[in-house]
């Protein structure tokens, strides 16, 4: 019996490995995700029923590609193979029946960065909502259980089921082609791609709402697929660039929260809990994406290394950091990017000079409700002196947070200007 649970735990583990390039490839093959998930899970049930009698294969990828293919041509024959495209895929698929594991393997090793780069440029199309895309990404690259996703996203199960299942009607609907698109459209999805993975990792790094400021595992499901996508595409600047500020951004995960959970301003940091490990690895990401180019997450990048490279608070290079904000603001305008430059150059030039920068974008109808902008502005009249005005933009900043342990802390900041 321990051994049939062994075995079993090796299959599920194996197949998590291999789920997202199974899916890709199929799906490419059958064109549904739909049915390309289902084939995947067929895969991995025989595997579970064969396994445990024959051993894990030495190349389980190639097995259960070519078991999800026959099932497939099953399938196909099943419904009489009544349209021209399933003709086709039957006919392509029939000739690989009889090819051996080892053969099969092959063929998958010299496409399967095209297949998952093609799933992964699919379930990101710009024609899906924001939010959409992350869960259906989650759900198609991560792996993830639609509970789980639910749960990373404070979000019901219902709710991110349908947001699922919409995203995948709108590929069919749209009939899109699970391959890697070329040329300029390409340059114009990896924003998208890129956009996706990014809006991940903010909702672990910086939780939107609910009790808990963090949530690592969204973190580190972002930091997974930017790995992916890094190996993938491994010339393009802004990837490694995303990947170097979520390595980064990550190493100070562990210092973000004190023991119960509240959340640690930068300066105030712990700076021994951060890993260094993801530091090397961002800097060294960041070293490959400036030699290639200077895009809006390279030098967003380039700024957190310069918190990174700083022994102490007091070591870090605001001077730089305003610098890289000015670029930023070129290259990437937004209020709220204009909101960190604030920040910044209130750090280097001091509090007056972020009242300054803040009071100019203070009637963005972007920023109207939003909270880090007013706890900026409580911060600069704090440290200007200036308390009774920053009690209440503390306690306007609170009254915007839907997220417990920031709200708390803002209305400990309003409390402090007290004493």
Request: with cysteine.
């Amino acid at each position: 019996m321990a051994a049939a649970t062994e075995t079993h735990q090796a299959i599920e583990a194996v197949f998590r490995i291999e789920r997202a390039r199974l899916i890709a490839g199929l799906a490419r093959m059958v064109r549904d995700v739909d049915k390309a998930e289902e084939l995947a899970q067929d895969a991995l049930v025989i595997a579970l029923a064969e396994w445990p009698k024959t051993g894990v294969p030495n190349n389980p990828g190639a097995w259960l590609m070519a078991a999800a293919k026959r099932r497939a041509i099953d399938g196909i024959r099943h419904d009489r193979m009544r349209t021209r495209k399933h003709t086709e895929i039957a006919s392509d698929l029939d000739h690989e029946r009889d090819t051996s594991v080892e053969t099969l393997e092959a063929a998958m090793d010299d496409d399967i960065g095209d297949e998952l780069l093609g799933l992964i440029f699919t379930a990101c199309h710009p024609i899906i909502s924001a939010e959409a895309r992350a869960a259906l990404t989650l759900r198609l690259i991560g792996g993830l259980t639609t509970d789980e996703i639910a749960r990373a996203f404070l979000s019901a199960e219902p709710t991110i089921a349908q947001r699922i299942v919409r995203a995948k009607k709108a590929i069919g609907k749209a009939g899109l082609a699970f391959e890697v698109p070329r040329g300029a459209e390409r340059a114009g999805r990896v924003a998208s791609v890129l956009e996706v993975i990014y809006l991940i990792f903010n909702e672990g790094y910086a939780a939107t709402a609910g009790e808990d400021l963090i949530r690592p595992s969204l973190c580190a499901e972002a930091q997974r697929l930017g790995r992916i996508l890094a190996a993938l595409m491994p010339d393009e600047p802004e990837v490694l660039g995303l990947l170097a500020l979520m390595e980064i951004q990550a190493s100070r995960l562990a210092a973000r929260v004190d023991a119960g959970g509240a959340p640690v301003p930068l300066p105030s940091q712990n700076r021994a809990r951060w890993d260094q490990l993801l530091i090397r690895r961002g800097l060294a990401a960041l070293d490959r994406a400036e030699v290639l180019g200077d895009g809006p997450y390279v030098l967003q990048a380039a700024i957190a290394a310069c918190h990174a490279r700083a022994r102490r608070a007091d070591d870090t290079d605001w001077r730089r950091i305003a610098g890289l904000y000015d670029l930023l603001r070129e290259r990437m305008p937004s209020p709220v990017v204009e909101l960190n430059r604030a920040v910044a150059h209130s750090m280097a030039f001091g509090p007056e000079a972020g009242l300054q920068l803040a009071d100019a974008i203070a009637e963005d109808a972007a920023l109207r409700n939003y909270a880090p902008l007013p706890a900026a502005r409580g911060d600069f009249l704090f440290r200007a002196g200036r308390l009774e005005e920053a009690k209440i933009q503390f306690e306007r900043a609170a009254g915007y947070s839907r997220n417990a342990r920031e709200r708390t802390f803002l209305l400990e900041r309003a409390l402090a200007c007290d004493s």
